[in-house]
């Protein structure tokens, strides 16, 4: 029976520490224009060109908008999480959000996360608050950051 809880504590112990294993190493918000996603290759062959960044977009045919530049890593592989995005723009004190589905590996990956088109108001425009998570696909919390403000906010 000792040797049954033991393997239980242990198994306990693991799932949680998986669900701290996911790191948000860098979140940078920042206006972006549509020019600034152009490449040299995208003249050749029409093709958007990414590079090593993972592009997620509100309106995917819409380039110019307020990105959050996301440097993520997890131990292990993470299928079927989301980033959630909430914020909080000039517009109105209630937080918006969005949700993003990704995929995390023990490899740091960059991702771009863009509110483009109609869900941003344009360059001039600055968030007010913000907070990123990362859920896994049970929609538990494995990760978050935000602003200063959002701390300070009743959202």
């Known amino acids: 029976m000792r040797s049954v809880l033991t393997a ?3 198994f ?4 949680c520490a998986h669900a701290a294993d996911v790191e948000l190493t860098r979140v940078w918000p920042a206006w972006r224009s549509a020019e600034s996603f152009e490449r040299i290759s995208e003249y050749f062959d029409g093709q958007e060109n990414t590079g090593s960044h993972t592009i997620l ?3 995917p045919g819409s380039r110019a908008g307020y990105y959050f530049l996301i440097r993520a890593k997890a131990a292990v592989t993470t299928t079927g ?3 959630i995005l ?4 000039p517009e109105t004190p209630e937080p918006k959000t969005h949700a993003f589905p990704i995929t995390l590996g023990p490899q ?3 991702f771009d996360v863009g509110l483009t088109g109609p869900d941003w ?5 600055h968030a007010v608050a913000w907070r990123l998570s990362v859920v896994n696909a049970e929609g538990h919390e494995l990760a978050s950051q935000q602003s200063f403000l959002w701390s300070n906010s009743a959202p």
């Open 86 to 89: 909430q914020i909080i723009t």
């Open 108 to 110: 740091e990956v960059v």
């Open 121 to 125: 108001a344009g360059r001039k425009t």
């Open 8 to 10: 239980f504590l242990l």
């Open 57 to 59: 977009r509100t309106q």
């Open 81 to 83: 999480a989301k980033f």
């Open 12 to 15: 306990i112990v693991v799932s």
